[in-house]
């Protein structure tokens, strides 16, 4: 007999369209944005705004560039990466929008990387033009020389402040977004980008890469395809326009105007995702921070009557403690928090702030985002990552792929047209990621199913969690182990102690700590990479790291230890 299979199903299905996710944002009534809908405004500056129809033509003419300039696309629809590092801009989607019309591969780079992760980023996609914002532009220089782009390839794009600029960093050729809209069309200077309907194009063509640390190794680029943008897209669109329907029905004048703030790293999912795509389907306009900001934050939710946001964890910690927080979301309609675990004792604080209801959101870089969510006439006051999304599968598993018991814990396994196809020319990294028949995807995250009700209890996979955003530990030992006072090294999480849900990186070291102090140790972290890598956990000395016969490193140990240190700590007190 084979064995007993426990599939989760969501409560119902969607019908989707076969449709390029160009089409679904510009030209089709599934979006509910209209040729005059501010889609993208600076938050400090709101004047400086685009329309859909704007956009539309943006998009278009940055595709042409990449196209006859850049030779994006040349050799045909999803090979030519180029690499975008920047901060939060008006135009970032459009950039994002014109490399898929050009036929090239969005590869989103945090602006938060030092040069040599930036280049790694490069060599990996083997991109030849880089985008930047111009504070990053420096960073950009740097890994370009290290890669050997040319600076002629390096493109500095400034829309905030009003400004409407494209290029080099050496600021020796022309500005690709000069002369506008009358002018680019009078030209023929605009590419119209290709329409595609056949389910397999949908499904397979790699239209961005979201980087996603492994456990060993640097991290991976995930594909990410048409179908699963339109899908992640779409499908939450429709639950929350089935809760609009039922609201009217209740009361015909319920009206709803999507407003969102554009505060976390346009990079990762949340941004990509939720700023370049999303608002658009829903219908109303993306105000851009060029970076978070607290105080501004609560600002623009008051000032621009915000009605909808995802954040994470540590910022709702702000909300939930911080004494600035008074009247600024009275606009706030719902609250979505993701990207780390969050407890409901401070998920009924910050609600308490907000006024409103918070739902947790699970979904992984892999899974083009949620695949989880919670309606929102609903509530769960349990801590759980809420029900399924419609046209997801997904399994409890042992690490046999055997399924568990329901109450049990395992691995989630998913299925779904938001799951990635794999990683971007990494066979063994697509093969591991997948079951042993290759249908389900494993997503390292462990948990259980509980009265119809799912909990993230631990992550099989060793990645560290600071403010939402992934640190590998194999990245962080391997730049340890690189220094000659540094003879063996290991890498976990610990517990904020401030309560925010953050993981702080802590290393565990052999070394002679006469010849190489703490500070010394963190500084030369500091220099070689990003901050949310940073070893706020601290630096641990030991004459030994704790490692099996096979030589893996026993983290369980590590974490057994700092948990006795914190016991020890509170002791004292």
């Known amino acids: ?14 019908e989707l369209p076969d449709i390029d996710i160009l089409t679904l944002i510009y030209d089709s009534p599934e ?7 501010v889609v993208h405004a600076e938050a400090a500056l709101p004047s400086n705004a685009i329309t859909k129809a704007q956009a539309r033509v943006y998009t278009k003419r940055l595709a042409w560039v990449f196209r006859h300039v850049f030779s994006i696309g040349t050799n045909g629809p999803g090979k030519d990466v180029v690499v975008c590092i920047s901060s939060g801009q008006i135009l970032l989607s459009n950039v994002f929008y014109g490399v898929i019309a050009a036929g090239g591969v969005f590869s989103a780079a945090s602006s938060a990387f030092t040069a040599g992760e930036l280049a790694r980023q490069i060599k990996q996609g083997r991109s030849s033009c880089i985008v930047c914002s111009e504070d990053c532009r420096d960073v950009a220089i740097k890994a370009a ?44 200077d605009l590419l119209d980008w290709e329409k595609i309907t056949d389910k397999k194009t949908l499904k397979d063509r790699v239209v961005c890469l979201l980087y996603s640390s492994g456990t060993t ?41 999507y407003r969102t703030l554009a505060h976390l790293p346009a990079a990762h999912i949340a941004g990509c995702q939720g700023y370049f795509v999303n608002p658009s389907i829903a219908g109303g ?23 909808t946001f995802f954040t994470v964890p540590p910022i ?46 699970w979904g992984l870089s892999e899974t083009t985002g949620s695949v989880t969510a919670m309606p929102w006439d609903q509530k769960d006051e349990t ?20 399924d568990v018991e329901e109450g049990q814990e395992g691995e989630f396994i998913v ?56 640190v590998a530990p194999a990245e962080l030992e391997a730049l340890l182990l690189s220094h000659k006072l540094i003879l063996d090294a290991a890498v976990i999480g610990v517990p904020d102690p401030s309560g925010s849900g953050n993981e702080l990186p802590r290393a565990y070291v052999v070394a002679d700590q006469s010849m190489i102090s703490e500070s010394e140790i963190k500084a030369f972290v500091s220099q070689n990479l990003a901050q949310h890598k940073q070893l706020r956990g601290g630096v641990v000395y030991l004459d030994a790291i704790p490692k099996s016969p096979s030589g893996k490193i026993l983290r369980r140990e590590l974490r057994e230890l700092a948990k006795r240190e914190r016991v020890a700590g509170r002791a004292k007190i």
């Open 1 to 14: 007999m084979p064995p007993r299979r426990t599939i989760y199903l969501p409560t119902k299905d969607y």
């Open 31 to 37: 979006s509910w944005t209209q040729e005059n809908t």
């Open 145 to 188: 020389k290290e890669c050997g782009v040319p600076a002629s390839r390096v493109l500095v794009l400034e829309s905030m402040g009003g400004k409407r600029v494209l290029r080099d960093v050496e600021k020796k050729g022309q500005n690709w977004l000069d002369g506008g809209e009358v002018e680019w069309v009078k030209r023929g």
């Open 217 to 257: 190794g640097v991290p991976k680029g995930v594909n990410i395809s048409h179908a699963n943008l339109v899908s992640e897209g779409l499908i939450p669109q429709y639950q929350i326009r089935e809760y609009f329907a039922r609201q009217r029905r209740l009361n015909p004048a319920y009206r709803f105007e």
């Open 285 to 307: 306009p993306v105000f851009w921070m060029p970076k978070f900001d607290f105080p501004l934050f609560l600002e623009y939710n008051r000032r621009y009557k915000i009605t």
């Open 316 to 361: 709702y910690l702000l909300i939930a403690k911080s004494p600035l927080v008074t009247d600024q979301f009275a606009s706030l309609v719902h609250a979505i928090t993701g990207a780390a675990p969050m407890g409901p004792e401070l998920q009924a604080m910050a609600e308490k702030k907000l006024g409103c209801q918070i739902s947790q959101t």
């Open 383 to 402: 801590g759980s990552v809420s029900p399924l999304l419609p046209n997801v599968r997904m399994r409890i598993v042992d690490d046999e792929e055997n």
């Open 415 to 470: 299925q779904g047209p938001m799951i990635t196809t794999g990683y971007w020319a990494n066979e063994t990294a697509t093969k591991e990621a997948f079951t042993k028949d290759g249908a389900w995807f494993k997503t390292g995250d462990v948990g259980l199913c509980k009265d119809g009700k799912f909990y993230v209890v631990d992550r099989k996979k060793e990645l560290i969690k600071y403010k939402g955003l992934q």
